[in-house]
């Protein structure tokens, strides 16, 4: 396990819980290659596979459409996954070409 630092008197770490006592403070993630939380684009026909060494069986993968698009918008859903390497995306619309954000949470 990661050492958590907390370098301001804006976060707390308390029983295994993380937050901060400032509004306008909050979680940041880095996004890049093998990242847990980047954007992927729906291509309206097939899976889209999202390439991160940091997905794992477990893990919950949350996804929000950022820019809808297309002319049969419908709900993002993870439509696959192999541990270590990707997962896909898919949507119940048939036409959706949206802009899908996601993110990965793993369970301790």
């Known amino acids: 396990m990661s050492q958590l630092n907390l370098t301001t008197?804006?976060?707390?770490?308390?029983?295994?819980?993380?937050?901060?006592?400032?509004a306008g403070y909050g979680v940041t993630i880095k996004e890049g290659t093998n990242?847990?939380?980047g954007t992927a684009v729906l291509?309206?026909?097939t899976a889209?596979?999202?390439?991160t060494t940091a997905?794992?069986?477990?893990?919950?993968?949350?996804?929000?459409?950022?820019?809808?698009s297309g002319t049969a918008l419908g709900?993002?859903?993870?439509?696959?996954?192999?541990?270590?390497?990707?997962?896909?995306?898919k949507?119940?619309?048939t036409s959706d070409t949206s802009t899908v954000a996601w993110v990965i949470f793993d369970p301790s």
């Open 35 to 37: 990242a847990k939380m």
């Open 91 to 93: 949507s119940t619309g």
């Open 9 to 22: 008197g804006n976060c707390l770490a308390d029983n295994g819980s993380i937050g901060t006592n400032t």
């Open 55 to 68: 997905v794992t069986a477990t893990s919950r993968i949350m996804l929000t459409t950022q820019s809808p």
């Open 43 to 45: 291509n309206s026909t």
């Open 75 to 89: 709900t993002p859903y993870v439509s696959g996954r192999t541990a270590g390497t990707s997962f896909s995306i």
């Open 48 to 51: 889209v596979t999202v390439a």
